[in-house]
């Protein structure tokens, strides 16, 4: 079993709707939460890190993290195509290393 | 304000060869990683260097040496490439263990 699990998708919504992207992780021992995006042959870039449980926004971007269920979600509101890309949630544990989710690859169609 | 660079960006080899991926970032950051990201895998760590002088082996370390040239270097080595190491390679850096910067990769082909 993967210590990260993350629906590969892909999820296709249309223009202007509410994303909710996902993983579960199965070690309580994660602190830190970031969600990255990837778009096509570019490496991935931070979107957004967490510590605790509950909400951080950022624009039209929120991650919520609920410890008690081992699960993290990416909402991105007001969906645009240039927000179709891959999505990928790392955990990190220590102080040097992430645990990658394998990444949702998100169409969001005009 | 370049990043992270890796050099090349595409490159086939014949198996058994060797080859060096060469990665160099700007930005005064301590910690440095090489990772391949494979379908429907995701990234998995082959090796990192915590600090200059220091490295150390990831979740998929065989068939892959490492050098730590500076704090500014890192370079990934294939001894003998075999087609299981078709892969993209990405080299990224960081100077908080959270927001890592990524290089924009190396496409590798093993024929």
């Known amino acids: 079993q993967k210590e990260v699990e993350q629906d590969p998708g892909p999820l296709s919504v249309p223009e202007g709707a509410i994303v909710s992207l996902n993983c579960t992780y199965s070690?309580?021992?994660?602190?830190?939460f970031m969600w990255y995006r990837q778009y096509s042959r570019k490496g991935p870039e931070l979107l957004m890190y967490?510590?605790s449980s509950g909400n951080k926004e950022d624009g039209r971007f929120t991650a919520q993290v609920d410890k008690s269920s081992k699960y993290i979600s990416l909402f991105i509101r007001d969906s645009q195509p240039s927000d179709s890309a891959t999505y990928l949630c790392?955990?990190?544990?220590?102080?040097?290393?992430?645990?990658w989710g394998a990444g949702t690859k998100l169409i969001i169609k005009p | 304000n370049a990043g992270v660079t890796q050099t090349p960006k595409f490159q086939v080899l014949k198996t058994g060869q060797s080859m060096t991926l060469q990665c160099a970032q700007d930005?005064?950051?301590?910690?440095m990683y090489w990772y391949r990201q494979d379908p429907g895998m995701g990234l998995r760590l082959i090796y990192y260097?915590?600090?200059?002088?220091?490295?150390d082996k990831g979740e998929v370390p065989n068939g892959y040496n490492v050098s730590r040239l500076n704090k500014r270097e890192f370079s990934l080595r294939l001894e003998s490439a075999a087609p299981s190491q078709t892969s993209v390679y990405f080299c990224?850096?960081?100077?908080?263990?959270?927001?890592?910067?990524f290089g924009s990769g190396t496409r590798l082909t093993v024929v």
């Open positions: 990224a850096s960081t100077i908080s263990g959270y927001g890592y910067t």
């Open positions: 930005m005064n950051h301590n910690s």
């Open positions: 260097s915590a600090s200059e002088g220091t490295t």
């Open positions: 070690n309580s021992a994660f602190q830190y």
């Open positions: 967490t510590y």
């Open positions: 790392a955990l990190k544990r220590g102080n040097y290393q992430l645990i």
